[in-house]
């Protein structure tokens, strides 16, 4: 069984940055795919961007794209999501997910991290 933790998350102004991390545990952890979403008040959960754990390759939302980048430390089980130029609509919950099985699809979540952006 995974366990993600999510951490990082607080408030600050816009223009500036924060750093999310996300703790994975379990016994066999090896993921093929990590992503971040976030969840606004009154909206449903989005995307934010995703990373293979293996070729590092990553993907973003439009609305993060060149702001926010997306990292992981394999040796750590720990991902990462660098968030700069902050914007007030920025603001949600953020969780981080993994993807587990070879049937794909994001299985494993974890319980989010407040991100509030003032402007």
């Known amino acids: 069984q995974v366990e993600l933790v999510e951490s990082g998350g607080g408030l600050v102004q816009a223009g500036h940055s924060l750093r999310l991390s996300c703790a994975a545990s379990g016994r066999t952890f090896s993921p093929s795919a990590m992503g971040w979403f976030r969840r606004a008040p009154g909206k449903e959960r989005e995307f934010v961007a995703s990373?293979?754990?293996?070729?590092?390759?990553?993907g973003y939302a439009n609305s993060v794209r060149g702001r926010f980048i997306i990292s992981r430390d394999n040796a750590q089980n720990t991902l990462y999501l660098q968030m700069n130029s902050l914007k007030p609509e920025d603001t949600a919950v953020y969780y981080c997910?993994?993807?587990?099985?070879?049937?794909?699809?994001?299985?494993?979540w974890g319980q989010g991290t407040q991100v509030t952006v003032s402007s």
């Open positions: 990373i293979n754990w293996i070729r590092t390759t990553t």
């Open positions: 997910a993994a993807v587990t099985t070879p049937q794909g699809g994001y299985d494993a």
